[in-house]
């Protein structure tokens, strides 16, 4: 009798999850885990319309705020990292030198502050991403940094009014992941354990019994086949856990890559009624042992990467950046097509 209880319970949520509206910010993000600790953290950005993303290189031993505020919270980087920055203002995600992974995703039900945080050192979104992976090379380090919460966060909105309310997942080099959200000012960590993949709403504790009660049904049998975020998040999971884990780095990212397309959303792709549906601009694929972050817009030809481990990420090493809009036929490595520049201009 528990377990066709469990079951009934489990069937409510998902059909409830039916009922979440598409938001303008959806997004998939997967672990892969391959053989000889090859991990390969891939993501999609979708978005109603583009969202201009370039990527850049800093070096460690660079003095940063992460805010206009009086008294934000200021750090020097122990660590270098690729970036996507998007609107040039904004880190949306990125890797640093020791395999560090941070994506942030769209969550609606993000509530950042409350009258307890609301007086400690400011941080702006804009900068939260790069403060974690300036300071931080393992999971274990930024969750220890995320629950002492030693900060309020906030940004400004963008694209017309839109708030960036978002979640995180994070990766290192181990490929231990975590996913951090706010609930109305609350720092909630939780331990991916075997799911593998996230995407937006819900918040995770009822993501994560919308994909058990799926785990019960089985992929091999039926999977959820809509663009909701509950759909797209256990379509892949399934995949990530039913794929070959090979040690060829090449590989690996063509395999996670085939993992994460089933969870896009198609370029252009509309829903009449739901002007706001979203379709994936861009995905990225960072190989943490490797080093190795891969961009993939997806109006281009090919896809790319920046080998970190061939950039000077010394203290004093110029910023470097890549210009996504003029670079639309790069195809492999892309070093070559960094060029050095100042820093981008951060929106607060």
Same mark, same amino acid.
């Given at each position: ?26 997004? /998939? #993000? ?6 000889? @600790?090859? +991990? *390969? ?7 109603? !319309? ?66 307890? /945080? #609301? ?6 979104? @804009?900068? +939260? *991403? ?7 090379? !393992? ?210």
């Amino acid at each position: 009798m528990k377990h066709i209880k469990s079951i009934v319970a489990g069937a409510a949520i998902a059909a409830a999850a039916l009922a979440i509206p598409e938001n303008s910010g959806a997004c /998939t #993000r997967v672990v892969y885990h391959g053989a000889d @600790s090859i +991990f *390969v953290v891939g993501r999609s950005l979708d978005w109603k !319309t583009p969202i201009p993303t370039n990527l850049y290189v800093y070096p460690a031993g660079m003095a940063k705020v992460g805010s206009d505020a009086p008294g934000a919270v200021s750090w020097t980087s122990k660590y270098g990292a690729v970036y996507a920055v998007g609107y040039d203002g904004g880190i949306t995600e990125g890797m640093n030198e020791k395999g560090l992974v941070i994506n942030g995703l769209f969550c609606k039900g993000t509530v950042y502050d409350n009258e307890d /945080t #609301r007086n400690r050192p400011p941080m702006s979104l @804009s900068m +939260f *991403v790069g403060w974690l992976l300036d300071m931080n090379a !393992t999971t274990d380090e930024v969750v220890e940094v995320l629950e002492k919460h030693d900060f309020t966060l906030s940004g400004a909105t963008f694209d017309g009014g839109t708030v960036s309310a978002l979640h995180w997942g994070i990766t290192d080099a181990s490929g231990k992941s975590a996913i951090l959200e706010f609930d109305h000012g609350v720092v909630k960590v939780y331990d991916m354990d075997d799911v593998w993949a996230m995407t937006n709403d819900p918040q995770w504790s009822d993501m994560k019994a919308i994909i058990n009660y799926w785990d019960k049904i089985g992929g091999k049998n039926m999977l959820p086949g809509t663009v909701s975020s509950p759909d797209r998040c256990v379509r892949a999971n399934y995949f990530a856990h039913h794929v070959d884990a090979v040690s060829d780095p090449a590989l690996a990212v063509s395999i996670c890559r085939s993992v994460l397309v089933p969870s896009c959303v198609p370029y252009t792709y509309l829903i009449e009624g739901e002007p706001n549906v979203s379709s994936t601009q861009w995905r990225s694929y960072a190989d943490v042992k490797n080093k190795r972050y891969y961009f993939d817009i997806v109006t281009n030809p090919g896809y790319y990467y920046v080998d970190l481990s061939k950039c000077d990420l010394r203290k004093g090493a110029p910023v470097l950046k890549l210009d996504t809009s003029k670079e639309k036929n790069l195809v492999g490595e892309a070093n070559h097509a960094l060029n050095k520049s100042t820093p981008f201009n951060p929106i607060y």
